[in-house]
């Protein structure tokens, strides 16, 4: 009798411990560079781990590769819409203790808010690195500049 409830009780942990969570899935097939509606995913209560676990997270954010029908969506795979794309011509703004440098600039790929992209300076034809600011505007730092 005791190894009976033993083994219930093991059995009553065991699906303690498994208790599931929210998982967001794209309700259907979402193709890259396309903006998350809520209509596109949907939430189910199974536990993935790395998907993300909110529609919150999810709604607003462009996807970065495609997302098919019934799969997990995962924080990877989605960003900030992009507000600059590739060949773009972007300002490029440089600051540094009192320095003020504005110049043109050729976004080398798609970005958005606060991502990194490359930009080739028109004037020199120098590649740099910078941050994208919400206004589209790409902020160069020292390190930028590959020195």
Do not use: W
């Not at 033993?6 to 065991?14: I, N």
């Amino acid at each position: 009798m005791t190894s009976r409830l033993l083994g219930l009780t093991a059995l009553c942990l065991l699906v303690a411990c498994t208790a599931a969570a929210d998982t967001v899935l794209a309700a259907r097939t979402i193709r890259a560079q396309a903006v998350i509606s809520p209509a596109d995913v949907v939430v189910k209560n199974i536990e993935i781990a790395g998907a993300a676990t909110s529609v919150d997270q999810v709604v607003g954010k462009e996807a970065r590769v495609a997302l098919y029908a019934g799969r997990p969506v995962r924080p990877r795979d989605i960003g900030p819409p992009a507000i600059i794309e590739r060949n773009q011509i972007v300002p490029i703004v440089f600051e540094s203790e009192g320095l003020h440098i504005s110049a043109e600039g050729r976004s080398l790929s798609r970005a958005g808010p606060g991502e990194r992209v490359r930009v080739m300076n028109l004037s020199s034809r120098t590649t740099l690195f910078g941050t994208v600011e919400p206004d589209g505007t790409v902020r160069v730092s020292r390190q930028g500049l590959g020195r």
